[in-house]
C-alpha cells in the first residue's frame, strides 16, 4: 500500500517537473504586472502585443514556409537514396549506411560549423538557400531510414515477377515502390518538418544576418530575460504544440 | 533499348548519390578535420603551416577547465535523467494500455515544445522571486531567496528537463517490447519484484539504456541555448566554446580541433551503441 503511494507520489511528481515551468509561465502571461512577483489582474494585452510584433509574425511564417520546402528536399533526396539503397547493390553502400547513422547522431553544433566552413570558402552568402540545404542535409537521414524500415517488409518477388514480365526500372519504381512507400514518405516529411522549424543551433550558424526565422527570433527575445510578452509566445507555443500532438493521435489511433 | 534505360537510371541516381554525400557530408567534415591541423588567420581565417598546436590548446588551462566542466555537467545530466526517468518509465509500461497511451502523449508534448521555450519557462521556476524560492520563503525554510537562476545548477536543471524525454523515449520503447511471460514465469516461481526488476527488467533493457544516455550525453554538452538563458557568466558548456570559436574570437582551427575531438568521443559511443544490441533501424525511431 505505502510502495504504491510512493509510486503514484512518484509518477506524478515526475509530471508535475515536465508541466510545472511551462504551467506557471502560462499563468503569468495573462498576468497585467507583466511579471511574475505579483498577480494584478487578468489580460490579454499581452497576446494582442504578440500578435502586432509584425517582424515576429513575420518570421513565423518564413519558418512554416523553410519548414516546408525543407521537408519537401528532404523527402525527395531521402526516398531517392531509400530506393537505390534498396534496390542496387553498389560500391560504398556500407559508407552511406555509415554516413547515415553519423549524420543522425551528430551533434547539430558539428554539422552546424562544418557546412558554415563550406559556404564560407566557397563563397555562398548566408540566408535562405544555406538554411534549406543544410536542413535538408540533417532531415533527410530520417526520411532514408523510415522508407527503407518499410521497403524492407516487403517481398522482393513482386519486383523480380515485374521485371521478368518486361516492366522496365523506371516503371517499377513509379507503379510498384512508390505507391508501396508513401505512408512512410508522408512519415518522413512530417518528422523533416518537425526537425526543421525546431532547429535553433544549426540555423544559427547558416542563416545569416538578414534571414531571421523564428527558433532564431525566440532565441533572442529569451536571452534577455523574463518578458511578458514572451511569456505570451510561450503559452502560444505551447497549446500550438498541444494542438498538434492531440491531432497526429486523433489520426494514428484512428488507422 | 530497355537495358540502356535501365542502366542509365541506375548511373544517374548513383552519381547523386555520391555528389550529394561527397558535397554534404565528406567535404565539410574533411574540412574541419583540414582546419584542426592550419594556423589561424585574421582575413581568410585558414592558412598554412599545418601544426598540432589546436589539439594542444586543449590541453590548456581555461580550455580544459571548460571541458572538464562540461563533461562533468554532462554526467550529472545523464545520470539524473537515468535514475529518475528509467523507474519513471518502468511503471508507465506496466500500466494498462489507454493509460499508457494518455501518459506517453503527456510526456511528448512537452517534447515537441519548443526546447527555448521550455528553458525560458525555467526561469519563473528559479528566479529570486520565482516558485522554488517564493515557496520556501512562505515556509519559513529559508530568510532570503536563494540565488538559484544564472548558476550552473540552473544550467542542469535547464539540461535535464530539456533532455529527460531522450531518457524515456528510448527506454520505453525497450520496456514496452520485454515479453510479460518472462516476468510472470519469474513471479510463478518465487521471484520478488526487486529480483524481476534487476535481474529481468534491466538486463533486457540495456540497449534502450544505452541509447537514452548518448542521447542525452552528447546534447548535455553541446546545447549552448540552455547556457545561454540560465546559466551565469562563466562558460559551461563545451558547444558555448565551439560557438565562440567560429562566431566571436573568429578562431576557426581551434574550434576545428575541439570538434574533431567530439567527433571521435560520438564516433565511440556509436560503436558502443551497436555494440550493445541497436540496430540503425531503431536509431531513426529514437527521434
Known sequence: ??????????????????????????????????????????????????FRDQSLIKAAFRSLLLAAMAATTSTVVGTIIAIALHRYR??????????????????????????????????????????????????????????????????????????????????????????????????????????????????FFVSGKNYEILPLKIYSMVRTGIQPDVNALCAAMFFATFAVVLLSYRLVRKK | MRKSADSFCRSAVLYFIFIWFGLMFFTPNL????????????????????????????????????????????????????????????????????????????????????SLIRNYALI????????????????????????????????????????????????YAVLEKIDRSLVEAAADLGATPVDIFFKIVVPLSVPGIVAGCIMVFLPALTLFYVSDILGGADVSVLGSVIRDKFMVSRDWPVGAAISIALTLFMLFLLHLYFKSGNTVEQERQLW
Open chain 2, 124 to 171: 519563473a521556476v528559479l528566479s529570486d522571486n520565482g516558485l522554488i524560492n517564493t515557496f520556501l520563503l512562505k515556509t519559513g525554510l529559508i530568510r532570503e531567496p536563494v540565488k538559484l537562476l544564472y548558476t550552473n545548477f540552473a544550467v542542469f536543471v535547464g539540461m535535464a528537463y530539456t533532455l529527460v524525454p531522450f531518457m524515456i523515449l528510448p527506454v
Open chain 1, 1 to 50: 500500500m505505502v510502495t504504491k503511494l510512493l509510486k503514484a507520489l512518484y509518477v506524478i511528481g515526475m509530471y508535475f517537473f515536465l508541466y510545472i515551468p511551462l504551467i506557471v509561465t502560462i499563468i503569468f502571461s495573462f498576468n497585467d504586472a507583466g511579471t511574475a512577483e505579483h498577480w494584478n489582474g487578468f489580460t490579454t494585452k499581452w497576446y494582442v502585443a504578440l
Open chain 1, 90 to 203: 553498389f560500391i560504398g553502400q556500407r559508407v552511406v549506411f555509415g554516413s547515415l547513422s553519423v549524420i543522425m547522431m551528430s551533434p547539430e553544433i558539428i554539422q552546424g560549423i562544418s557546412l558554415v566552413m563550406v559556404f564560407v570558402i566557397l563563397g555562398v552568402p548566408l540566408g535562405f538557400v544555406t538554411v534549406l540545404l543544410s536542413h535538408t542535409v540533417f532531415c533527410f537521414p530520417f526520411v532514408t531510414m523510415t522508407v527503407l524500415a518499410r521497403l524492407k517488409g516487403f517481398n522482393r518477388n513482386l519486383v523480380e515477377a515485374a521485371a521478368d514480365l518486361g516492366a522496365t526500372d523506371v516503371s517499377i519504381v513509379q507503379k510498384i515502390l512508390i505507391p508501396l512507400v508513401l505512408p512512410a514518405v508522408f512519415a518522413g516529411w512530417l518528422m523533416s518538418f518537425t526537425l526543421s522549424i525546431d532547429d535553433v543551433i544549426i540555423s
Open chain 2, 31 to 114: 574540412l574541419v578535420l583540414l582546419a584542426s591541423f592550419l594556423t589561424k588567420d585574421p582575413v581568410w581565417f585558414l592558412r598554412l603551416p599545418l601544426n598540432l598546436q589546436n589539439y594542444a590548446a586543449l590541453g590548456d588551462g581555461v580550455l580544459l577547465h571548460t571541458i572538464l566542466k562540461s563533461f562533468g555537467l554532462a554526467t550529472c545530466t545523464t545520470l539524473f535523467c537515468l535514475l529518475f526517468g528509467y523507474p519513471f518509465t518502468y511503471f508507465i509500461a506496466r500500466m494498462g494500455k489507454d493509460a499508457r497511451a494518455v501518459l506517453l502523449m503527456l510526456i511528448i508534448v512537452p517534447f515537441w515544445t519548443n
